[in-house]
């Protein structure tokens, strides 16, 4: 039997045969359709995603008891096309010397033979925190239900100046030419970031490198490290694996509550990894999201020869909101992730799977949008939605000047947020509005003349996303590698809730918010496009659909199901 029919026998006995709990609660307006999150309580890293047997799997950072951080668990669901998912038991639970105080963050490898196995990082009864493996009870089962932790554990130790409290989150291991295993654990010394590196015959016996792969002194502790393979050529994913002349190599680390990345040439046979640009050098800041976005994980996806990405996306409310609402915490959207055309930064885009859920398509094409004016979308529900827009400009010789001091383009958003009227631009759409606009999430761009060039910014301004008072209204930006003399600015945007997950010039700059607004919920919540700029901008083309939910279920033995 094919494993796909396999995968939809085993979904609809674990949905029929044991009574599966549905995990909607009673209304929550800021609760997400299509973004995975678990029914309640506490939510962080995403851990050890894989492709197995036909069935994807990801392990998160989990409390089991709060909707704060605490008890930290390897919680477990699988899915088998990114977007439904089964909540399974969870895997890794704090109950060993070794990780008594905590199943930290870590990530899988397929063993010689295809074998999946996770490293991950346990809190000790010292509070140190050591590495440690854990393999599937049976391989027979393509779900992984159940998870054995070795009786080596603790294979990695805090020794030889490693501070115990700064020494975590390995990463996904590969196998160099030599038949060695190597794996990164992110790490602090003397301040500094470090991706300290291990080798190993069996998996079992680690030897720490005298050097790390690589560090840096300009940043602090490098939190869940992820080293990687990408393609040169841009079309498909590569495993981890995987060393020729036809990839580059991608560093990233964990630091300033963001994702950086670098990208370089690594040599296998001598463990060199000579990076093209170091972590914020030169003013290079490259990041995989410029917004609300942390502590990552990526996987090769075997079935379809890609790359995705997860991130955790955290609250931007209070403690006590939390609590009361009784979960904290979400997942982005799975992402594909390539190597631009260009070679000097990665592209992101949400997988193919999740336009499955779109719905109730409204699209037109060629509308001018004056200087000043706002264009309701309607026809679709503005909370959970899924928006492509594309910008054609004219009249670029009228661009303001770029001021030189304008280095920070973060600042910069800040101070020209979505109100503040430019030449060209601020022009984009607004989510989360309500009928008045008192409440309103600009995803926008604005166009500036530096030299014999363009600088294209892009900016997701949540300075009046809500009435609300003590939320984090952040307003996030970042310049963007776009010639609008040669191509059209263009905007995919995710909007679900209390998320948008913002992807500008075909996912070449990614900023995702968290908004919570007051009024503009539910059907409340009105999308528009607009330009507040001086100068008209026309939209070339606007395709936007309603969202259908993702059927997010707990095969628990509670209540028959409830699918909506």
């Keep these: 039997m094919e494993t796909s029919s396999v995968l939809v026998i085993v979904f609809c006995f674990l949905l029929l045969g044991n009574g599966v709990q549905s995990l909607s609660m009673e209304h929550q307006p800021y609760r997400t359709g299509?973004?995975?999150q678990p029914p309640r309580n506490w939510m962080?890293?995403?851990?050890?995603?894989?492709?197995?047997?036909?069935?994807?799997?990801?392990?998160y950072q989990y409390n089991p008891y709060a909707a704060v951080w605490g008890n930290i668990t390897w919680a477990h669901s699988i899915s088998y096309d990114l977007v439904d998912w089964i909540h399974l038991e969870n895997a890794l639970s704090p109950d060993d010397p070794f990780d008594i105080n905590g199943c930290w963050s870590g990530?899988?490898?397929f063993l010689t033979g295809g074998k999946p196995v996770v490293l991950y990082t346990g809190s000790d009864t010292m509070k140190h925190q050591v590495q440690n493996l854990a393999e599937p009870k049976n391989l027979s089962d393509p779900l992984l239900r159940e998870w054995v932790k070795s009786s080596h554990n603790p294979l990695m130790t805090p020794v030889d100046g490693i501070e115990p409290e700064f020494f975590r989150d390995p990463t996904t291991a590969w196998q160099g030419p030599d038949g060695l295993w190597r794996v990164l654990v992110g790490n602090r010394m003397d301040g500094h970031g470090w991706a300290l590196l291990y080798r190993s015959r069996d998996f079992i016996t680690w030897t720490r490198s005298k050097e790390p792969l690589h560090s840096s002194t300009r940043t602090g502790m490098w939190e869940c490290p992820d080293f990687y393979p990408v393609s040169v050529d841009g079309k498909e994913g590569v495993d981890t694996s995987s060393f020729d002349d036809s990839t580059k190599h991608v560093l990233k680390a964990s630091f300033n509550d963001c994702d950086h990345y670098v990208l370089g040439n690594y040599t296998p046979v001598t463990d060199n990894y000579s990076v093209d640009t170091d972590f914020l050098e030169n003013g290079s800041?490259?990041?995989?999201?410029?917004?609300?976005?942390?502590?990552?994980k990526t996987f090769f996806d075997g079935g379809k020869k890609r790359r995705i990405l997860w991130g955790w996306i955290q609250e931007a409310d209070s403690t006590t909101n939390d609590i009361e609402k009784g979960w904290s915490g979400l997942q982005s959207v799975p992402r594909s992730i390539l190597l631009s055309k260009t070679g000097k930064q990665l592209v992101?885009?949400?997988?193919?799977?999740?336009?499955k859920l779109r719905t109730g398509n409204v699209s037109f094409e060629n509308k001018k949008l004056e200087g000043g004016s706002v264009l309701e979308v309607s026809g679709i529900t503005p909370s959970q939605a899924d928006v492509e827009v594309s910008f054609d400009l004219s009249n670029l010789e009228e661009a303001e000047l770029m001021d030189p001091?304008?280095?920070?383009?973060?600042?910069?958003?800040?101070?020209?947020?979505?109100?503040?009227r430019g030449n060209i631009g601020p022009f984009g759409i607004l989510a989360f509005a309500s009928k008045d606009m008192t409440e309103q999430t600009a995803i926008f761009?604005?166009?500036?003349?530096s030299d014999d060039k363009h600088v294209v910014l892009m900016c997701s301004d949540q300075s009046r996303s809500s009435l609300r008072e003590g939320l984090k209204k952040e307003t996030y930006g970042t310049f963007i590698d776009i010639d609008p003399l040669h191509e059209k600015i263009?905007?995919?945007?995710?909007?679900?809730?209390?998320?948008?997950?913002?992807?500008?010039?075909?996912?070449?700059?990614?900023?995702?918010?968290?908004?919570?607004?007051?009024?503009?919920i539910d059907n409340q919540s009105y999308l528009y496009a607009f330009n507040n700029g001086t100068f008209d901008v026309n939209i070339s083309n606007l395709n936007a659909w309603s969202m259908k939910k993702a059927q997010i279920v707990s095969s628990t033995k509670r209540r028959k199901p409830h699918l909506d």
């Design 285 to 296: 800041d490259l990041r995989y999201d410029y917004g609300n976005f942390y502590a990552s």
């Design 34 to 36: 299509f973004h995975f």
């Design 405 to 420: 001091s304008w280095i920070d383009p973060q600042l910069l958003c800040r101070q020209k947020t979505a109100p503040v």
């Design 348 to 355: 992101q885009w949400p997988v193919e799977e999740i336009e």
């Design 445 to 449: 761009f604005r166009v500036f003349r």
């Design 107 to 109: 990530s899988a490898t």
């Design 490 to 520: 263009s905007l995919r945007s995710l909007i679900d809730h209390s998320i948008v997950e913002s992807f500008g010039g075909d996912g070449r700059a990614c900023i995702t918010a968290r908004v919570y607004p007051k009024s503009a």
């Design 44 to 59: 962080n890293d995403p851990n050890g995603p894989m492709y197995y047997k036909g069935v994807y799997h990801l392990f």
